[in-house]
C-alpha cells in the first residue's frame, strides 16, 4: 500500500508584535518606585543609586530616539529626569533608606573577611561611590585585620602555610610575596602570613571569623 508523505498543516506567518509606545520620560514618582526596588534588593550608596536611575534615563533616551522623538526634546527630558532623581536620591539619604557609612562598614567587614586588604577595600569603596572621608572613617573606627586577610587570600590560593608541600619552596614564597603585594598587603604583614605554622594560620583564621 503506498503511503503518502505526512503533511503538516499550513501555519499562518506570526505577525511581529508592535513596539510598545515609549511613553513620558521618567519623573520623580517613576524613579522613586524604581528606586525602593532597587533598595529591597540591593545595598546602595547615593552614587550607586544615582548610577542605577540615571541607566534608567538612559535607556528611556534611546527607546525614544529609537522612535523618532525629536533629539531637543529627549535632551530636555532627560535634564529634568537627571535633576529629579538626584533628589530622589538625597530625600532617600535624608530618611535613611541610603547611608554611605554603614554601606561602607558592612562591605569592610565583608571584604575583609574575604581576604582583601586594606588598600584592595578602599578601593572597592571608591569604585560604589564611598566618599574617601567616609572611607577612610569608617577604617579607622573597624580596621581591618591586615594578618587574618592575608591569610585567608592564601588559604584561597592553598599557598604558604595552606600550601600542599611544606615547607614551601623559597621559589614558590617569592612567587607568593609578589602576590600578595599585588593584592595591596604590607611587606611585613604578607611575610609574618608566610612565616606561620599551618596549625597557628589555620587557629589565627577561626579566631577572626568569631570575632
Not at 38 to 62: K, M, N, P, Y
Not at 86 to 96: C, D, H, P
Not at 179 to 184: D, I, S, T
Request: net charge positive.
Amino acid at each position: 500500500m503506498e503511503r503518502h508523505p505526512r503533511q503538516e498543516p499550513s501555519r499562518a506567518p506570526r505577525r511581529r508584535a508592535e513596539p510598545r509606545p515609549v511613553g513620558p520620560a521618567p519623573e520623580a514618582g517613576t524613579l522613586r518606585e524604581a528606586a525602593l526596588a532597587h533598595l529591597a534588593r540591593f545595598a546602595v550608596t547615593e552614587a550607586g543609586l544615582l548610577r542605577v536611575l540615571h541607566r534608567r534615563i538612559d535607556r528611556w533616551a534611546r527607546r525614544a530616539e529609537a522612535e523618532g522623538q525629536p533629539t531637543d526634546r529627549i535632551a530636555a527630558a532627560m535634564i529634568a529626569a537627571r535633576a529629579a532623581a538626584v533628589e530622589v536620591a538625597r530625600r532617600l539619604v535624608s530618611a535613611g533608606a541610603v547611608d554611605d557609612a554603614a554601606f561602607a562598614a558592612s562591605r569592610a567587614r565583608r571584604l575583609n573577611q574575604s581576604g582583601r586588604s586594606r588598600r584592595a577595600i578602599q578601593a572597592h569603596l571608591a569604585a560604589k561611590g564611598v566618599a574617601g572621608s567616609t572611607a577612610a572613617a569608617v577604617l579607622e573606627e573597624a580596621e581591618p585585620d591586615e594578618l587574618a586577610a592575608a591569610l585567608g587570600h592564601l588559604r584561597r590560593r592553598r599557598a604558604g602555610p595552606f600550601a600542599a608541600e611544606q615547607p614551601p619552596s623559597q621559589e614558590a614564597r617569592l612567587k607568593t610575596l609578589g602576590a600578595l603585594a599585588r593584592a595591596g598587603f604590607p611587606r611585613d604583614v604578607a611575610e609574618r602570613a608566610l612565616d606561620m605554622e599551618p596549625d597557628e594560620a589555620e587557629q589565627r583564621l577561626l579566631e577572626a571569623r568569631r570575632g
